[in-house]
C-alpha cells in the first residue's frame, strides 16, 4: 500500500467531527517532527490548531488544510462504515476521503519527501491545519491568523488542499473566492387599523422602493473571473396574519457575494445610505463572513498552472467561484493563495470518496509546486 493512502486511511478512521481532531494533528506532528519539522499546536477553546515548520526566513510557503470533517448523517445509508476506510475497484471510501484528508495525507508526504532531498532549502516551508472549517470557523484559521498578524508571521504564498477539481484531478485552480456579507434588516412602523392609515405607519409601503432599487442595483461589471457582484434576498417578513392590520415592523435577510472591487465595510455604508435616503427607520444587523481575495498572475500562479497541466494534459481552468475557504483568513496577510485539491463530486455527501489514482498522484503534484516555489 502506497504511503498517501496509508495515511489517509489512518486519518479517515479517526472519527474528527468538527471541532473535535480526535488526535489526527497529534499523528502528524509526529511524523513531521521525525522529520525536523517545529511543530506548535495551537489550541483555541475546543479547536485544535497546528503550525510546522521547517527552515528559516522568506519566502514563506504554506499548506493550509484541515483535520475536520462534516457528520456523515446516518450510518446506515452508507455501503460502509464513514469511519473504517475501505478500497473498493480502485475508489477509497470514508468521510473526508476527498474533503480532506487525502490532501492532508498528501501535503505530509510531500513535505517529508522535500525536506529528505533539500535540507537546505531556501526560506521557509510550513503546513497549518485546524480543526474548525467546517464549523463556526471562529477558532481555527481565523484565529491563527490574528495571532500570525500579532507575531509579525509574514506568508507569501499558501496552497489550501481543498477539493477543487471538477471531473479529473488538475482540471480546475481556484486562483480566489468572493466575498460573503449578510444583514438582517428590522424596519420600524407604527401598527394600525387599515381603515385609518394616517393613525398608522406601513413597514412594508417603506421599505419596498429601497428594497427594489437595492434588488435592481448593478453593483458592478465583474473583476477579472468573478462575476458581478450580487445581492440577493433569502428571507421576508411582515404582518400579523390578520386582514385588518397594519404590520409594526418588517423583516428582511439578505446576502450580498462580492468581487475584489468592494469590501465589507464599503458594502454596509451604501447598503446603510439607500435605507436612510428612502426614509426608513431601521437597524440592521451584519455578519461579515469573508472578504474576498484573488491572486492576480505571478510565480504562484504559472507554477501551478504548470504543474496541473502535467498531470491532467491540458492547462487547468482558472476559476474564482464556490463559496468561502479558509484561505480567506490567510489572504489578508498579504499572501497569494491558491486551491488545489482532488475531484470534489462526493465531498459531504454519503459515500464520500477519492480514486486511489488521484489520491497517488497528488503528493508527486504538491512536490512538484513546492520544488519550483523554493528551488535549491
Ligand atoms: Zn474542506
Given at each position: 500500500m502506497?504511503?498517501v493512502l496509508?495515511?489517509t486511511?489512518?486519518?479517515?478512521a479517526r472519527?474528527?467531527?468538527?471541532?473535535?481532531d480526535a488526535g489526527?494533528q497529534?499523528?502528524?506532528?509526529?511524523?513531521?517532527?521525525?522529520a525536523g519539522?517545529?511543530?506548535?499546536?495551537?489550541r483555541?477553546?475546543?479547536?485544535?490548531?497546528l503550525?510546522a515548520?521547517?527552515?528559516?526566513?522568506g519566502?514563506?510557503?504554506?499548506l493550509?488544510?484541515?483535520t475536520?470533517?462534516?457528520p456523515?448523517g446516518p450510518?446506515g445509508?452508507?455501503?460502509?462504515?464513514?469511519?473504517d476506510?475501505v478500497?473498493?475497484?480502485?475508489?477509497?471510501?470514508g468521510?473526508g476521503a476527498?474533503?480532506?484528508?487525502?490532501?492532508?495525507?498528501?501535503?505530509v508526504?510531500?513535505?517529508e519527501q522535500f525536506?529528505?532531498?533539500?535540507?537546505?532549502?531556501?526560506g521557509t516551508?510550513?503546513?497549518?491545519l485546524?480543526?474548525?472549517?467546517?464549523?463556526?470557523?471562529?477558532?481555527?484559521v481565523?484565529r491563527?491568523a490574528?495571532a500570525?498578524?500579532?507575531r509579525?508571521q509574514?506568508?507569501?504564498w499558501?496552497?489550501t488542499?481543498?477539493?477543487?477539481?471538477?471531473?479529473?484531478?488538475?482540471?480546475l485552480?481556484?486562483v480566489?473566492?468572493r466575498?460573503?456579507?449578510?444583514?438582517a434588516?428590522?424596519v420600524?412602523?407604527?401598527?394600525g387599523h387599515?381603515a385609518?392609515p394616517?393613525?398608522?405607519?406601513n413597514p412594508?409601503?417603506q421599505?419596498?422602493?429601497a428594497?427594489a432599487?437595492l434588488?435592481?442595483?448593478?453593483w458592478d461589471?465583474g473583476?477579472?473571473?468573478?462575476?458581478?457582484t450580487?445581492?440577493?434576498t433569502?428571507?421576508i417578513a411582515?404582518?400579523t396574519g390578520?386582514g385588518n392590520?397594519?404590520?409594526?415592523?418588517?423583516r428582511v435577510d439578505f446576502?450580498?457575494?462580492?468581487?475584489?472591487?468592494?469590501?465589507?465595510?464599503?458594502?454596509?455604508?451604501?447598503?446603510?445610505?439607500?435605507?436612510?435616503?428612502?426614509?426608513l427607520?431601521f437597524d440592521?444587523?451584519w455578519?461579515?463572513s469573508?472578504?474576498?481575495?484573488?491572486t492576480?498572475?505571478g510565480?504562484l500562479?504559472?507554477a501551478?498552472r504548470?504543474?496541473?497541466?502535467n498531470?491532467a494534459?491540458?492547462?487547468?481552468?482558472?476559476s474564482?467561484?464556490?463559496?468561502?475557504?479558509d484561505?480567506?483568513f490567510?489572504a489578508?496577510l498579504g499572501?497569494q493563495?491558491?486551491?488545489?485539491?482532488p475531484v470534489?463530486?462526493?465531498?459531504?455527501k454519503?459515500?464520500?470518496?477519492v480514486?486511489?489514482?488521484d489520491?497517488?498522484a497528488?503528493?508527486?503534484?504538491?512536490?512538484s509546486?513546492?520544488?519550483r516555489?523554493l528551488?535549491d
Amino acid at each position: 500500500m502506497s504511503e498517501v493512502l496509508a495515511l489517509t486511511r489512518e486519518l479517515i478512521a479517526r472519527p474528527s467531527v468538527t471541532p473535535d481532531d480526535a488526535g489526527c494533528q497529534a499523528l502528524l506532528a509526529g511524523r513531521l517532527a521525525r522529520a525536523g519539522f517545529a511543530c506548535e499546536h495551537l489550541r483555541f477553546g475546543a479547536v485544535d490548531n497546528l503550525w510546522a515548520t521547517h527552515g528559516q526566513g522568506g519566502p514563506v510557503l504554506v499548506l493550509l488544510g484541515h483535520t475536520d470533517v462534516v457528520p456523515p448523517g446516518p450510518r446506515g445509508d452508507w455501503s460502509s462504515d464513514p469511519f473504517d476506510p475501505v478500497v473498493r475497484d480502485g475508489v477509497l471510501y470514508g468521510r473526508g476521503a476527498a474533503d480532506m484528508k487525502g490532501s492532508v495525507a498528501a501535503f505530509v508526504v510531500a513535505l517529508e519527501q522535500f525536506v529528505a532531498a533539500h535540507a537546505g532549502h531556501p526560506g521557509t516551508v510550513a503546513l497549518l491545519l485546524t480543526s474548525d472549517e467546517e464549523g463556526d470557523a471562529i477558532d481555527g484559521v481565523r484565529r491563527v491568523a490574528e495571532a500570525f498578524r500579532d507575531r509579525g508571521q509574514r506568508i507569501d504564498w499558501c496552497i489550501t488542499g481543498e477539493p477543487s477539481s471538477t471531473r479529473r484531478l488538475g482540471d480546475l485552480l481556484r486562483v480566489g473566492r468572493r466575498g460573503s456579507l449578510t444583514a438582517a434588516l428590522r424596519v420600524r412602523g407604527v401598527q394600525g387599523h387599515v381603515a385609518y392609515p394616517e393613525q398608522a405607519r406601513n413597514p412594508v409601503h417603506q421599505a419596498l422602493p429601497a428594497l427594489a432599487e437595492l434588488a435592481a442595483r448593478r453593483w458592478d461589471e465583474g473583476f477579472e473571473s468573478f462575476p458581478p457582484t450580487s445581492l440577493q434576498t433569502s428571507n421576508i417578513a411582515a404582518g400579523t396574519g390578520a386582514g385588518n392590520v397594519i404590520p409594526g415592523e418588517l423583516r428582511v435577510d439578505f446576502n450580498l457575494r462580492y468581487n475584489p472591487l468592494w469590501d465589507a465595510p464599503r458594502l454596509e455604508a451604501e447598503v446603510e445610505g439607500v435605507l436612510a435616503r428612502h426614509g426608513l427607520d431601521f437597524d440592521l444587523r451584519w455578519h461579515r463572513s469573508g472578504e474576498p481575495f484573488f491572486t492576480p498572475e505571478g510565480l504562484l500562479r504559472a507554477a501551478a498552472r504548470e504543474v496541473l497541466a502535467n498531470v491532467a494534459g491540458v492547462a487547468p481552468e482558472e476559476s474564482t467561484g464556490g463559496g468561502t475557504s479558509d484561505a480567506r483568513f490567510i489572504a489578508p496577510l498579504g499572501a497569494q493563495c491558491i486551491e488545489i485539491g482532488p475531484v470534489n463530486a462526493s465531498i459531504h455527501k454519503v459515500d464520500e470518496h477519492v480514486s486511489v489514482a488521484d489520491l497517488e498522484a497528488l503528493p508527486g503534484l504538491y512536490l512538484s509546486l513546492i520544488r519550483r516555489l523554493l528551488p535549491d
